[in-house]
């Protein structure tokens, strides 16, 4: 099984640039989320999706916008990046329902110019 | 607010030392537990878990981990590391009826051959 992926791996965007950070997972997973990752910070919560048309902000979702359309994908739309935007995203997913283990992508290091 | 700790930020141990990492969260009802270790450039991976029964966890490469309920801590521990165990630990909860995983801000670990 692939698990979650996300692409891309890396990728540079130019001040005010717009770009989808794509995240799937084959889990059949209701919850999935989005993590940024900053040195020495821990992970931040962006938005989390607990199923298909359900969608909240966690903890730092300014700049940024998502979507579940389907189980199986959810995508982090970056909108007029910013250099505060630098940073590792992770996407995760859950099986939800009293098991919150994440299981994590691979990550996208994104640099913002 | 539902918080966790890690006490230590940046651990340095020689091979063979013992290693103990403290993680401590306040929430008073049923908790899950876990510790997941990222390795320098990679994603986060699951080490251990704990949801109920044995307080103490058995996790992969010969860590384990402590629930302590009276004391809300879950801290995690290797009887000899080596250097392949550098990495960042991060210690995460769920708590109550929350969707989503509450995280420490992680340590460091560093292991000198």
């Known amino acids: 099984n692939a698990g979650v992926t996300q692409t891309p791996k890396f990728r540079i965007l130019k001040i005010g640039q717009s770009m989808t950070l794509q995240c799937a997972q084959d889990?059949?997973?209701?919850?999935m989320y989005w993590y940024r990752q900053d040195p020495g910070m821990g992970l931040k919560l962006i938005y989390y999706?607990?199923?298909?048309?359900?969608?909240d902000k966690g903890e730092v979702p300014n700049g940024y916008n998502v979507s579940r359309s389907t189980t199986e994908d959810f995508p982090l739309r970056l909108e007029l990046a910013a250099p505060s935007q630098t940073s590792v995203y992770f996407c995760?997913?859950?099986?939800?329902?009293?098991?919150?283990?994440?299981?994590f992508g691979q990550g996208t290091r994104l640099t913002v110019v | 607010a539902q918080s966790v700790s890690q006490h230590n930020h940046h651990v340095i141990l020689s091979e063979a030392a013992s290693l103990e990492l403290g993680c401590n969260y306040s929430?008073?009802?049923?908790?899950?537990l876990f510790w997941y270790v990222q390795y320098p450039g990679q994603h986060l991976q699951l080490l251990l878990k704990?949801?109920?029964?044995d307080p103490l966890v058995k996790g992969i490469k010969g860590f384990e981990a402590e629930f302590i309920k009276s004391k809300f801590s879950f801290n995690l521990r290797k009887p000899s590391v080596q250097w392949s165990d550098t990495a960042e630990y991060f210690c995460?909860?769920?708590?109550?009826?929350?969707?989503?995983?509450?995280w420490g801000l992680g340590t460091s670990l560093a292991v000198n051959p």
């Open positions: 995460a909860v769920n708590a109550g009826n929350n969707r989503k995983l509450i």
């Open positions: 889990m059949n997973h209701n919850y």
């Open positions: 704990y949801f109920s029964g």
């Open positions: 999706s607990v199923g298909a048309g359900i969608t």
């Open positions: 995760a997913s859950s099986p939800g329902t009293a098991n919150f283990e994440a299981f």
């Open positions: 929430y008073g009802g049923t908790v899950n």
